[in-house]
């Protein structure tokens, strides 16, 4: 173990060297240009054609953008400050101050990067400061990450969870005549690949997303020699959209990610949006770069479970009490949320039981559901919420149901992909939705009339499509697309109000539609309005942003016997467009002596 760190700065560099890695980053600009580790000179590219080493970027808008893509902007420092230099560790500040001068070239933020190296670690830690100012101009900051380009002729083996890990196709795979495009820049079909075995799969980096909550490490191993190389997140605190929000994490290149805002997913709702003058302040990270190695190659992917054990110790560290910054809230300087959630159901218990298995987060008073598109809060106090009571939405007892209210279409049917467009990964794979193109298999399985689900005959898990798509037309046409739920009542409540909830998993560029029993009717019972941004159909999610919708059924509108909802999705301009159901429910009018443990 190294006795102490060494800080050299040369011309155009600094270089930091805890006698287990070396770190080389440009001076003033703080890019990471080499990582010297384990007998290798650097594990970092710096030979692409774009992308080389590593980086802090961000991607950002004028104000009033409705793009949630910009301008990028590798983030380069125009100070090189030691805040601290010691036995114990090292952390550099590069500093980058907004002025008027470079506006529309340069996000409105000052920027503060920091780099943290402790003594005898095999890693260093990034964390950086992002502050809008009251004399700065409105701007959307659309996504903002750190990235690192590692060497393509050492990293070829990816790992973001034990049942997502394999040999992956090199970057010169996706190029013109190794590689073809497909419906979007980011999936290639691999048709004359390096190494043949990669043949005829897809490559498409949103295949490897994963959810916040799951995504707290992944990264690269090399063979020979046998190094891994890993991103560890500690922490969801920094990230927006809560821990369901998904977004990339390793892919082809090879490179890793940490990405900290991102509209991925989501659209607009996760755009941080500042008004001219705005106060704002925000700690992203830090998150910890982990290098480990084995001597006997035999056990080279072992490395991946102690990138796990690595993780679970920056777990434990959190919040980290080396980070030098005042904005960084220690431990004993962090607010505190006390209480007991509880839930109300009636169908379960009279009485309110506590909640098991719950994500506690904290976001701004709001309607319900609001914390998953936030992304500004403060820290807080010392605050006793007493006991809080979610109650489900209910008006009376359930008539009939379709999925399981999960915020996620998983329950549905996946169907088989088309095997010109193979991930072998995701082959007989928990994560079947992954696979590219699904959404061309509906017009296959219902190639001249929509899906039809009859209420207790049909099984949502073999005869539910787990999005609702549109349906090709012709070359670049494409048509709307209703689907029917059959359902019988044998005595309609006279006068009462039924209550159809239609909880959706995601959304994209959509109007949801419902008629009821009549397929022409206009204006429908109900409709959405435009909604949804979250691509979640390309990108091959299995859920976006929620949307919950409660539309009132009169009884007079049903018939004793059969009946029939209609559910158009009415907006038909591209193949992406589309919406994914969570659950269905239709509930009847409650009675004034309705009493749930009678039913």
């Given at each position: 173990?190294?006795?102490?760190?060494?800080?050299?700065?040369?011309?155009?560099?600094?270089?930091?060297?805890?006698?287990?890695?070396?770190?080389?980053?440009?001076?003033?600009?703080?890019?990471?240009?080499?990582?010297?580790?384990?007998?290798?000179?650097?594990?970092?590219?710096?030979?692409?054609?774009?992308?080389?080493?590593?980086?802090?970027?961000?991607?950002?808008?004028?104000?009033?953008?409705?793009?949630?893509?910009?301008?990028?902007?590798?983030?380069?420092?125009?100070?090189?400050?030691?805040?601290?230099?010691?036995?114990?560790?090292?952390?550099?500040?590069?500093?980058?101050?907004?002025?008027?001068?470079?506006?529309?070239?340069?996000?409105?933020?000052?920027?503060?990067?920091?780099?943290?190296?402790?003594?005898?670690?095999?890693?260093?830690?990034?964390?950086?400061?992002?502050?809008?100012?009251?004399?700065?101009?409105g701007f959307n900051l659309n996504t903002t990450r750190i990235a690192f380009m590692?060497?393509?002729?050492?990293?070829?083996?990816?790992?973001?969870?034990?049942?997502?890990?394999?040999?992956?196709?090199?970057?010169?795979?996706?190029?013109?005549?190794?590689?073809?495009?497909?419906?979007?820049?980011?999936?290639?079909?691999?048709?004359?690949?390096?190494?043949?075995?990669?043949?005829?799969?897809?490559?498409?980096?949103?295949?490897?997303?994963?959810?916040?909550?799951?995504?707290?490490?992944?990264?690269?191993?090399?063979?020979?020699?046998?190094?891994?190389?890993?991103?560890?997140?500690?922490?969801?605190?920094?990230?927006?959209?809560?821990?369901?929000?998904?977004?990339?994490?390793?892919?082809?290149?090879?490179?890793?990610?940490?990405?900290?805002?991102?509209?991925?997913?989501?659209?607009?709702?996760?755009?941080?949006?500042?008004?001219?003058?705005?106060?704002?302040?925000?700690?992203?990270?830090?998150?910890?770069?982990?290098?480990?190695?084995?001597?006997?190659?035999?056990?080279?992917?072992?490395?991946?479970?102690?990138?796990?054990?690595?993780?679970?110790?920056?777990?434990?560290?959190?919040?980290?009490?080396?980070?030098?910054?005042?904005?960084?809230?220690?431990?004993?300087?962090?607010?505190?949320?006390?209480?007991?959630?509880?839930?109300?159901?009636?169908?379960i218990s009279e009485d309110s039981i506590p909640a098991k298995a719950a994500h506690?987060?904290?976001?701004?008073?709001?309607?319900?559901?609001?914390?998953?598109?936030?992304?500004?809060?403060?820290?807080?106090?010392?605050?006793?919420?007493?006991?809080?009571?979610?109650?489900?939405?209910?008006?009376?007892?359930?008539?009939?149901?379709?999925?399981?209210?999960?915020?996620?279409?998983?329950?549905?049917?996946?169907?088989?992909?088309?095997?010109?467009?193979?991930?072998?990964?995701?082959?007989?794979?928990?994560?079947?939705?992954?696979?590219?193109?699904?959404?061309?298999?509906?017009?296959?399985?219902?190639?001249?009339?929509?899906?039809?689900?009859?209420?207790?005959?049909?099984?949502?898990?073999?005869?539910?499509?787990?999005?609702?798509?549109?349906?090709?037309?012709?070359?670049?046409?494409?048509?709307?697309?209703?689907?029917?739920?059959?359902?019988?009542?044998?005595?309609?409540?006279?006068?009462?109000?039924?209550?159809?909830?239609?909880?959706?998993?995601?959304?994209?560029?959509?109007?949801?539609?419902?008629?009821?029993?009549?397929?022409?009717?206009?204006?429908?019972?109900?409709?959405?309005?435009?909604?949804?941004?979250?691509?979640?159909?390309?990108?091959?999610?299995?859920?976006?942003?929620?949307?919950?919708?409660?539309?009132?059924?009169?009884?007079?509108?049903?018939?004793?016997?059969?009946?029939?909802?209609?559910?158009?999705?009415?907006?038909?301009?591209?193949?992406?467009?589309?919406?994914?159901?969570?659950?269905?429910?239709?509930?009847?009018?409650?009675?004034?002596?309705?009493?749930?443990?009678?039913?």
């Amino acid at each position: 173990m190294a006795t102490r760190i060494v800080t050299t700065k040369l011309e155009d560099l600094v270089v930091i060297d805890n006698g287990v890695l070396q770190l080389t980053l440009s001076n003033p600009g703080g890019i990471v240009r080499g990582i010297q580790y384990n007998g290798v000179d650097n594990l970092l590219e710096l030979h692409n054609k774009d992308l080389n080493g590593g980086f802090w970027d961000l991607n950002w808008s004028e104000a009033g953008s409705s793009k949630t893509r910009g301008k990028f902007d590798t983030i380069e420092g125009t100070n090189l400050r030691v805040i601290v230099e010691n036995e114990e560790l090292v952390e550099l500040s590069f500093t980058r101050t907004w002025d008027p001068s470079v506006q529309g070239e340069q996000a409105p933020l000052s920027i503060d990067r920091r780099f943290v190296m402790l003594r005898g670690s095999p890693g260093f830690y990034s964390y950086a400061i992002f502050e809008h100012s009251d004399d700065f101009p409105g701007f959307n900051l659309n996504t903002t990450r750190i990235a690192f380009m590692l060497r393509k002729d050492l990293f070829h083996y990816m790992a973001i969870a034990d049942n997502k890990q394999r040999f992956m196709p090199l970057p010169d795979d996706r190029l013109p005549g190794r590689g073809q495009e497909l419906a979007y820049p980011e999936a290639v079909l691999l048709v004359d690949p390096v190494e043949p075995e990669f043949k005829g799969e897809v490559d498409d980096k949103y295949q490897y997303s994963l959810e916040n909550k799951d995504n707290q490490v992944h990264g690269w191993i090399s063979l020979d020699p046998p190094v891994g190389f890993w991103q560890i997140t500690p922490s969801n605190e920094f990230r927006n959209g809560g821990p369901f929000k998904q977004d990339l994490t390793s892919h082809v290149n090879p490179t890793t990610l940490a990405i900290f805002v991102t509209s991925h997913y989501a659209g607009m709702d996760l755009i941080l949006k500042f008004q001219p003058g705005e106060i704002w302040k925000k700690v992203f990270g830090p998150v910890f770069i982990y290098l480990n190695s084995v001597s006997n190659g035999d056990d080279t992917l072992s490395l991946w479970d102690n990138a796990k054990e690595q993780m679970k110790r920056e777990v434990q560290s959190w919040p980290y009490s080396f980070a030098a910054s005042d904005d960084f809230p220690k431990s004993n300087q962090r607010g505190t949320v006390r209480g007991k959630l509880l839930v109300h159901d009636r169908y379960i218990s009279e009485d309110s039981i506590p909640a098991k298995a719950a994500h506690v987060g904290l976001a701004p008073p709001g309607d319900n559901g609001s914390w998953q598109r936030e992304s500004k809060l403060n820290i807080g106090c010392d605050v006793d919420v007493g006991d809080l009571t979610y109650e489900p939405p209910r008006d009376g007892p359930t008539l009939w149901e379709i999925g399981i209210p999960d915020r996620t279409a998983a329950e549905f049917y996946v169907p088989d992909p088309n095997p010109m467009y193979i991930n072998k990964l995701y082959v007989n794979h928990p994560d079947r939705f992954r696979q590219y193109g699904l959404w061309e298999r509906y017009a296959e399985l219902y190639p001249d009339e929509d899906l039809v689900y009859t209420v207790g005959v049909s099984d949502y898990r073999k005869d539910w499509f787990y999005a609702q798509v549109t349906r090709r037309s012709g070359d670049n046409a494409y048509k709307s697309t209703t689907w029917q739920i059959k359902f019988n009542i044998d005595n309609v409540v006279e006068g009462g109000t039924y209550k159809l909830r239609l909880a959706l998993a995601s959304a994209h560029n959509s109007e949801l539609q419902v008629r009821m029993n009549n397929a022409a009717a206009n204006p429908p019972l109900f409709s959405s309005g435009a909604i949804g941004e979250d691509n979640a159909i390309a990108r091959h999610g299995i859920h976006g942003i929620y949307w919950l919708f409660n539309v009132d059924i009169a009884a007079s509108q049903l018939m004793q016997g059969e009946n029939t909802i209609y559910l158009t999705q009415a907006r038909s301009t591209s193949p992406f467009q589309g919406i994914m159901y969570d659950y269905v429910r239709l509930e009847s009018p409650s009675p004034s002596d309705f009493h749930p443990f009678l039913q």
